[in-house]
């Protein structure tokens, strides 16, 4: 028993595969924003949670009435808390921030990708969860929505 915790831990720490990833990306892709929104307020899944707002903020959906994305997830998204071994791999530096015309996108490809447990092109460099601008926008958002 004492051996197989630890080997737990470890695969489980590991996440989703990038295949997985892209999976689970192309689902949540398919939904409707009405259910999007659904699942925004509902999910215990934290992974979900992020893939679901980086799709709303890529549809430009930052508020749905009491609702609002960044409501729950900015609380979760401390830096240091997805710690990743530093890769020196250049391939994996084929994309970065400045490749995305919205923060959304970057997000969601962070996702995509197997993120926030594996970050493949670096997108969260300070390991929070959230790539890139993605933080300020979830930011504006939690305040746009408190000044009503």
């Not at 994996?92 to 995305?100: G, H, V």
Request: proline letters at 5%.
């Amino acid at each position: 028993m004492r051996r197989i915790l630890p080997l737990f831990l470890l695969l489980t720490a590991c996440g989703p595969s990038p295949q997985e990833a892209r999976i689970e990306a192309r689902r949540i892709n398919g939904l409707s924003t009405a259910e999007l929104w659904r699942i925004q307020a509902t999910t215990e899944d934290e992974i979900e949670l992020y893939q679901v707002e980086a799709e709303l903020g890529s549809r430009n959906q930052f508020r749905s009435g009491a609702a609002y994305l960044g409501k729950r997830s900015l609380a979760l998204a401390r830096p240091g808390r997805w710690r990743r071994p530093r890769q020196d791999d250049p391939d994996l530096d084929a994309i970065d921030c400045s490749d995305f015309v919205l923060e959304a996108a970057a997000q969601a490809e962070l996702m995509g990708s197997g993120g926030p447990r594996n970050d493949r092109h670096r997108l969260d460099e300070d390991g929070d969860g959230l790539a890139c601008g993605w933080r300020s926008e979830l930011e504006r958002s939690v305040a746009a929505a408190r000044r009503g």
